[in-house]
C-alpha cells in the first residue's frame, strides 16, 4: 500500500442538493483490535457483508467498511445534515472532488482504493464549518487485519448462528486480536518425551495483503508492499508480539529482498503466524 505524505483535509461544502436514503441497517461483532482502530464482522439480514475498520474519538466514530467484493467505503458522523454533500479531499498536490450522503446520522462515500493514507497525519472533516478529526497511526496495520477479517469470512461463528467449519483443534480469533493456532499444528512431536518443538526455519508461507517493514514492529518505516498473493520464506521469528502475532523475517522468491512482516499477515502453519487466513 502507497502511503502519502501529505495531511489530508476531507471538507463537505455547506449545500445540500439531494436526499439520501437511509443507510442499511446492520449487525456487527467483533474480530480484532489492532492498536485503537476496532475490525467488526458485519453481517445484514443475518448473513455476512463485510468487514467494519472503526475508530472512535471526540468526533464520533469514523468507520471504513469493506465488502466482500472488495469495495471500500468511508463514513463518517453526519451531524444531523441529510442529503448529498459535494466534498473534496485536499492535499499538497490538489483536490479531488466527491460527493458524501447522508441520512443524518451517517455521511457515506466509495473509495476507489483501500484507505492508504498518511499514518503520522489526520483527518479533519468538516461538515457547516464544524470540524471533526481522527488519527491515523496504525492504520496499514488496521487495513491489512480488515482484509484477513474479509479472507476468512468474518469468523461467521462471531456472527449469529452456527460455528463455521475450522480446522480441528482451531480456535477463533480472540477480542485481544489473535487467532490461536490449532492445536499441534505445526509442529513436530517426540513420541518418547511428549516434547513439542515448532517447525525449523526457513519454512514456506504466503502473504495475501500488507505493508513490509525494516524492523519487527510498526514503529520502523515501510519498505515495501503486498496487494496480492505473494509466496515468501519465512527465514526468522523475531519473538516480538503484536495483537496476539509475532513479528517475522521474510524473503521474496527473488531471494535478494527481504523484511519484516506481522504474523496476521504470515499465513503459515507455525506458532505466532496465522494458519486461518491461508
Sequence with gaps: ???????????????????????????????????????????????????SLERSGDSGTLRFFLTTGGSWSLDVPAGGRSGIFEAYVGTENGQEVFTLTGDGTRAITDLPIAPGFDEEGTLIVSIDGVAMNWSLFGLSEAVAGTDVCIDYEGDAARLAGPAPALPPGAKLPDEAGGATPPNGAGTSETASTGFVAPPRLPIAAVIHTGNMRAGPGTQYPVTGGFTRT??????????????????????????????????ALVCADYPGANPLCR
Design 1 to 51: 500500500m502507497r502511503r502519502t505524505t501529505a495531511r489530508l483535509a476531507l471538507v463537505v461544502a455547506m449545500g445540500c442538493v439531494g436526499t439520501a436514503p437511509a443507510l442499511a441497517q446492520r449487525s456487527q461483532t467483533m474480530f480484532n483490535n489492532i492498536y485503537e482502530w476496532q475490525v467488526f464482522a458485519v453481517a445484514e439480514g443475518g448473513t455476512f457483508s463485510g468487514c
Design 230 to 263: 505473494t509466496p515468501v520464506l519465512v527465514v526468522e521469528d523475531t519473538g516480538v508480539p503484536f495483537d496476539g502475532y509475532n513479528w517475522f523475517r521474510v524473503e521474496m522468491s527473488d531471494g535478494a529482498t527481504s523484511g519484516y512482516v506481522w504474523g
